[in-house]
């Protein structure tokens, strides 16, 4: 089972070191940055399953790197910060924050946070494809979407699935090359383009009227599906 990736952005060292102790005897694998420019690049071009984003941060401040972040990714987050008052905690939660911690906290209860955290995001990433007509095998290696085989192949339904199970969120493509091609030394990612290209065309015969692949210019990919049906008027 992939260990699960959490970014720290923090730039008191020994606040920093402590949720890293904490965190990898969890099982997690940690990053640790202290600057939010240098987040907000971690968090676009090589997306965390959860970051870990203090307020107080030199280059960039932590609401403005959420703000900026949720234009292209939904990826988990918790603030940090020392602030108490209650209109910050509204700030942050309003920007898409998923979870907030005001300092001082106990490391065991940020550490059940991250799980609660991750349960939450997670659960419906496991049935996001099928809810949007796309079929996935990975017992055979079958794709369909409405029920229409795309007759894809290995490489482009290990990226598909990737894609397909986070909507939403963009992929750059060196983060695509380490979730769909872990084992396989032959896929560059140069490579991804062409899978990219082919997967459009197949999803595209099948459904036409929509665009389900979305180019990020500079950043990387993303699965879009279609948008839901207006409900019926009464």
Not at 57 to 72: E, I, W
Not at 116 to 136: C, D, K, M, N, W
Not at 156 to 162: G, H, N, P, Q, T
Not at 191 to 204: F, G, Q
Request: aromatic share 4%; charged share 30%; hydrophobic share 40%.
């Amino acid at each position: 089972m992939r260990m699960t990736r959490i970014l720290i952005v923090e730039d008191e060292t020994d606040i920093a070191d402590v949720l890293r102790d904490y965190l990898r005897r969890e099982g997690h694998q940690t990053e640790h940055v202290a600057d939010g420019r240098e987040a907000l690049r971690r968090m676009l071009e090589a997306p965390p399953d959860l970051t870990l984003l203090d307020v107080m941060l030199p280059g960039l401040d932590g609401l403005s790197v959420l703000q900026q972040a949720r234009v292209h990714t939904q990826q988990p987050v918790i603030m940090l910060t020392a602030r108490t008052e209650e209109v910050d905690r509204l700030l942050g939660l309003a920007h898409g924050a998923d979870d907030y911690v005001c300092k001082p906290f106990s490391p065991r209860e940020m550490v059940a946070r991250v799980a609660a955290v991750l349960r939450r995001t997670r659960a419906p990433q496991e049935v996001s494809a099928a809810a949007h007509g796309i079929e996935l095998d990975e017992g055979c290696w079958h794709a369909a979407l409405g029920g229409q085989p795309l007759n894809l192949t290995r490489r482009e339904f290990s990226l598909l699935r990737v894609l397909a199970k986070q909507p939403g969120r963009i992929f750059s493509r060196a983060r695509l090359l380490e979730l769909a091609y872990e084992d396989d030394v032959d896929v560059t990612e140069r490579a991804i383009d062409s899978h990219v290209k082919n997967l459009r065309r197949k999803l595209s015969q099948a459904a036409p009227e929509h665009e389900w692949i979305r180019s990020v210019y500079g950043v990387g990919f993303s699965f879009e599906p279609p948008p839901a049906a207006p409900a019926p008027a009464r």
